[in-house]
């Protein structure tokens, strides 16, 4: 087996520059072909992902969860239509973001290159295929996939349509390479392939992201839990900060960008957290409330710090009522997972403050935390959404995919014209 | 002595907000003083200096290796300027890099913000000290300092000035903390403080960087060797050429931007080959040169594979005479370490060619590769050279010392406006 990976990894590292070299026009073509021939396996795609619920269900696992592992119609759509969305972006490699002329007249760009084969290592969301695929090769890289036990089927049919377009258009199918799931221990290699490998990505439970930190020898972008807060500031609008709270706990509870905890300034307590419970519990939603929020939300349980500090995936959260925005602050530092964060307030000098006290990599002023996505930002689609702080924070779409480097031009220029050129004594 | 690097690492990230909330002019200022501090203690600095001279020398420590400890009034000069330079540098904090309206309103910000703390771990050169304390100040964050024991004195001579200037300030002088020496056992403790330290950079020898890549847990940017290639093709102005190769070879061999490689293009071995020869000769440079080339360079010595892939860091550089530019450009992929490549060409198709064919951190055209340097390159100074594709790529000013992350403005958009807000069924 462990041989099996490195061979596999290093024929997707001699595919990729055949990747690179494609211009912006011939990577266009390939990716709308990619995502026309996974709408061609739309059936195919859904025929494995229902094989894949069944023995998720079977198996017993959760709403949550198993709604992350779910394809639909409606969810096929959308996955075709983010590679076709990936297809139409602006290519990075080649893209001069800085130009300046020196002095001595050298002429310094800083250009955008590909980083080489990254490694993607996921779970459950079979979405995550398609997305890492479109958005690895817009970026003139070789990607190498692999995804959870639990979408084996899903991942499967989708690489498969994707690959056959690939070889179809000239491309060496390797340059997208599906590992299949082996238990961890294909992992452990992967994330060792020092010279083959460039950048690791793993996204999932906290689990398996541990698991990778702690033995990659490659660079790992770290795609950690969401424990996103909603702060409802003294002047915020209530009507807003309540359909903030709504969109972003019960839409889709079981993504990293859903609310997790809700902190409310105590001037708005009162009026707030009575219709916040209604309208939570109304949709099913648990609520974990400190003291002084409790006798303002009926039905709810008391809060812990474990619950402050959970990614719950499901219809849960935890409420604290504070004090005021600097409470807020040093609440997110502490328990809060450097992920997304909302305030809900009309006070620009309170907004101001809230970004500037957190570090966290997304902060949204009035707007909802499910907008922390690669396609909602104007990405096109995201391969993660890094919780490092270190080449990209936030999610990341196809120009995180790629690193600047210098291109200099000159005439002659020597660092040392006005020196006699004459050997270092020591010698 | 391990609780102490953890407390002290502790201290440095305690201290570090405080220079994260220094806005742009004080920053300014404060750096401003730092250098005139230093300044103000050159005697000191030299008199620290001449003592691990001393001691060096004692040991036995080779010429190219002891210019890259050495200090005089000249380099102390360099020294402060280059914290000035570093002082009036556009800040990076705050600055707003792309900004977008979505189609739904939103208005999408990407805005610079400090990392957190930086661990600088290196070997010899004492302006390191000062360059990285004044680049990871400029950029918000704390700073961690480990110098090797050769630069013993003149690296606390150093800190201590800078501290100093820090502390009149009002800034807590452990936001620049400058570990002391004790073998590699506080790099081990420093390179594992996850959620301290946010990036290690380690910037010296090879044995160095890859026991902090094999241990470290922390993000590391390496910077590894500059094997720096030289490739005069059949269109180049061969006095140029020369002119490049005696600068890029001779001026300072103990750096990495130095020259080690020449490759020569088959069409003007026989005129260039001999004048190389010569030059380098004359200026005391060992020639080690393939069988083709040594006919044309009287006293060059056989050159092996490892001195093809050796960083001489010394009067001493391999010759090789190549077809064309496709044998150079292999050799260079096969033998180089990504760090700076130099064509000398006056045929534009040539050079394009040369930079897209490799993915070197700097590549040059008719420039010597003694500018791949953060200073001569506009960055002010430079914490250190990256050959590690991710994050930064190539010499790091301040602005590799940020991250950009997402703030997003918006006035009560939600993801789900029009579906009905609904419990999952699965409850």
Chains 1, 2 share one sequence.
Do not use: W
């Amino acid at each position: 087996m462990s041989s099996t990976v490195r061979s596999r990894a290093l024929a997707c590292r001699a595919a990729a520059p055949a990747v690179a070299k494609l211009d912006a026009v011939q990577k266009t073509a390939l990716l709308h072909r990619m995502a026309d021939a996974l709408r061609d396996a739309s059936a195919q795609v859904l025929r494995a992902n229902a094989e894949d619920l069944r023995a998720a269900q079977a198996n017993g696992t959760s709403g949550a969860m198993l709604d992350r592992l779910r394809l639909d119609e409606t969810r096929m759509a959308a996955i075709v239509a983010a590679v076709h969305a990936i297809a139409d972006l602006p290519d990075p490699v080649g893209q001069i973001t800085q130009t300046s002329i020196r002095p001595n007249g050298l002429r310094i760009e800083k250009v955008r290159v590909p980083l080489g084969v990254i490694a993607m290592i996921y779970e459950a969301r079979p979405n995550v295929t398609a997305d890492a695929a479109a958005l690895c090769l817009k970026a003139g890289n070789g990607v190498i996939l692999r995804g959870g036990s639990e979408a084996r089927h899903s991942n499967r049919a989708i690489a498969n349509a994707l690959q056959l377009a690939m070889t179809e258009f000239g491309i060496d199918a390797a340059a997208l390479t599906l590992l299949d799931d082996a238990g961890r221990e294909n992992i452990l290699e992967l994330v060792q392939l020092v010279d083959i490998v460039d950048l690791v990505i793993p996204r999932g439970g906290e689990g398996l992201i541990r698991f990778v930190a702690e033995h990659a020898r490659v660079p790992v972008i770290k795609h950690y839990k969401g424990v996103c807060h909603l702060y409802v500031d003294a002047q915020a609008d209530l009507d807003l900060a309540l359909r903030l709270l709504i969109d972003g706990k019960t839409t889709r509870p079981g993504v990293c960008n859903a609310l997790e905890t809700l902190l409310v300034h105590a001037d708005v307590a009162q009026e707030f957290l009575p219709r916040a419970a209604a309208a939570l519990s109304e949709r099913g939603v648990e609520l974990r409330a400190c003291e002084k929020s409790r006798p303002l939300m009926p039905n709810a349980l008391p809060v812990s710090d474990e619950d402050y500090a959970a990614e719950f995936l499901d219809l849960k959260i935890a409420v604290r009522l504070v004090d005021d925005l600097g409470q807020a602050i040093v609440h997110i530092r502490r328990f809060g997972s450097d992920h997304t964060e909302v305030i809900a307030t009309l006070d620009a000098s309170a907004a101001q403050t809230f970004i500037a006290g957190l570090h966290s990599a997304v902060v949204m002023v009035n707007a909802s935390s499910r907008f922390s996505d690669g396609g909602e930002l104007g990405l096109g689609a995201e391969i993660g959404i890094s919780t490092t702080r270190l080449h990209a924070y936030g999610p990341m779409g196809a120009e995180s995919l790629t690193i600047e480097r210098f291109v200099v031009h000159g005439d002659g220029q020597i660092r040392h014209p006005q020196t006699p050129i004459v050997a270092i004594a020591t010698r």
